[in-house]
């Protein structure tokens, strides 16, 4: 399995968006060290066979006012697995940072969410930061309404993967901007 | 028994010559010791006013070597006891009850016992060893209490008499101790009856090695700097659901890291955990919660919640939520936030009249309400009272 890490600093006023999808097993380390740094991290995992994946995110917020926003989306299918580690720390004096954590995941077949972990460290009051995460399958009611219109049962999955997949891909697609 | 009754003479070389026993000839327990002295210990004895005399060394010598020494108000159940087989020491303690047991207030109503086994002393360290003895092996017995009486003597003398009564209802124990059932793991909540003060000591606050626990008067503790809670719930039926639900408030110099686990083993079942901390005065919160899925536990639905509420810049919160799923055919959501009390929320409630602390605590009420409501009404008056005790003096 290969691995590949990446170390980031991101300056003061810098706004970078780190858009990838996930192939292997990924690392990122970002440290928030500049006042109204700001960092997008968006991912896109898409798992077959028995491909192993995972990726794991460590943002530290040191300086006032940055913000952080992890978005990573993921469809597995087949055997594959996928573990997502997740870490937002804010160091005190990070006054107003802002940090938001999300994980989502579809799972078919036999796939399987290995370790999923959004955890937050917060030791400075003055802050907004929240996570998130869901694992589970397409909506059974969205599927039902898209049934009712017509659709076959594949057709309506599809549908509703390419919807939770698109935003992901949108965003890798128009890069680093 | 020699330890309820019996006592020891010693001659001048501090050699321990004979023992008594200080039972009456009407008593029922005469005729049990009388045999048990033939066949057990092959010694003469003989009757000596309301007691038995045995002139014989070897035994006494044998019951100071068994850790059995000291007086009437001085004598102790030696450690030995405590590490006997469970039968032994029910023995032991059918022993001591011929002794200074007796019985109080026996009915019998609707096919049931009724009443009490009393245990009466003078001596309440005896007493206490032996509630540690009796929880040991899965009696619950009540708390001691104490009675001073008065008994008139000759000469207008007046002599005090301090006892104390170890009691034990006898329903239910009776037969826990008939059928020998095992110790009942669960875990059983009491209702405080009621507080008495006993004036100001020292307290002390002992701590072990890392995270191990121990036991101190017969109730198993952990160490109080962090406090760790994980209740889990195996799902393990199909259809079953568990809530867990968490709540942690740490003060200054507290560590309180709480969470739960649920393991979903069964398909079609589901779960909630909600938590909710507060920080305060420099404590810190941890959520730690595992959720798990294994493989053909298919329909499961799983919502977890953790929140938290920083009061203070010197507090922390961290949260970490792990989630392993194996079964693709589930639900699963996870959603946390972490915030402090709005500063606007804080100034509408005291542009209201209200002080910071009092505006504070109703913001910090309001947080944990989800939880509160789940609770009996009693509790959660208590609860909101306790915080509201923490809160003061927090602020400013």
Not at chain 2, 157 to 172: A, D, Q, W
Not at chain 2, 273 to 283: D, E, L, P, Q, T
């Amino acid at each position: 399995m290969q691995s590949s890490k990446l170390k980031l600093e991101i300056q003061r006023d810098q706004k970078k968006v780190i858009p990838f999808e996930i192939s292997e097993s990924k690392r990122l380390d970002v440290v928030l060290a500049g006042e109204n740094a700001e960092v997008e991290i968006v991912g896109l995992v898409l798992g077959k066979l028995d491909e192993e994946k995972s990726f794991e995110a460590y943002i530290t917020h040191v300086a006032p006012n940055t913000k952080s926003n992890v978005n990573v989306r993921g469809v597995l299918r087949g055997k594959s697995k996928f573990d997502f580690r997740g870490n937002v720390r804010i160091e005190k004096g990070a006054k107003g940072a802002d940090a938001y954590l999300r994980s989502d995941v579809l799972l078919f077949d036999d796939a399987k969410m290995g370790d999923d972990t959004p955890a937050l460290e917060i030791l400075e009051p003055d802050v907004k930061a929240g996570h998130a995460a869901t694992i589970g399958r397409v909506d059974e009611q969205m599927l039902f309404y898209l049934m009712s219109r017509g659709l076959s049962r594949k057709q309506a999955e599809e549908l509703l993967i390419e919807g939770f997949v698109n935003p992901i891909k949108e965003r890798l697609k128009r890069g680093a901007k | 028994m020699y330890l309820g009754d019996g006592c020891m003479d010693r001659s001048a070389g501090s050699v321990a010559r004979r023992i008594y026993f200080a039972v009456p000839p009407k008593d029922r327990a005469r005729k049990k010791l009388e045999r048990l002295l033939k066949t057990v210990f092959n010694v003469k004895y003989a009757p000596k006013g309301i007691s038995l005399t045995i002139n014989s060394t070897v035994l006494s010598k044998l019951f100071l070597d068994l850790g059995f020494a000291g007086t009437a108000k001085t004598k102790k159940i030696p450690n030995w006891v405590f590490n006997l087989p469970r039968n032994q020491k029910l023995a032991f303690i059918e022993g001591y009850f011929d002794a200074d047991g007796y019985l109080r207030r026996t009915m019998k109503k609707d096919g049931k016992q009724y009443g009490q086994i009393v245990f009466a002393s003078a001596n309440k360290n005896l007493l206490e060893d032996l509630k540690l003895l009796m929880i040991s092996v899965g009696i619950d017995p009540l708390k001691i209490s104490t009675y001073v009486k008065e008994r008139k003597l000759y000469k207008e003398r007046l002599k005090e008499y301090t006892s104390h009564y170890l009691s034990m209802n006898i329903r239910g124990n009776l037969e826990r101790i008939r059928d020998k059932k095992e110790f009942d793991s669960t875990i059983r909540f009491v209702r405080v009856r009621s507080i008495e003060p006993i004036g100001k000591s020292r307290v002390y606050d002992i701590e072990v090695d890392k995270t191990a626990n121990f036991i101190a008067n017969g109730v198993v503790v952990h160490n109080s700097k962090i406090t760790m809670k994980y209740p889990s719930c195996y799902l393990a039926g199909r259809g079953a659901r568990g809530e867990i639900l968490s709540l942690a408030l740490a003060n200054r110099g507290q560590h309180q890291d709480v969470g739960g686990k649920l393991m979903f083993l069964a398909p079609d079942t589901s779960g909630e955990i909600i938590s909710k901390s507060v920080s305060v005065n420099g404590g810190r919160t941890s959520y730690r919660g595992l959720v798990k899925c294994i493989k053909g536990a298919k329909g499961v639905k799983c919502n977890v919640r953790c929140d938290a509420l920083i009061l203070d810049e010197a507090s922390r919160s961290d949260t970490y939520p792990t989630m392993q799923v194996d079964e693709p055919d589930i639900t699963m959501g996870h959603e946390a936030s972490v915030s402090k009390i709005g500063e606007e929320q804080l100034f509408y409630l005291m542009s209201r009249g209200l002080s910071e602390v009092e505006a504070t605590s109703l913001i910090v009420n309001g947080f944990i309400e989800p939880i509160v409501k789940e609770l009996p009404l009693e509790y959660a008056v208590e609860l909101n009272r306790l915080i509201q005790l923490n809160m003061e003096g927090s602020v400013g």
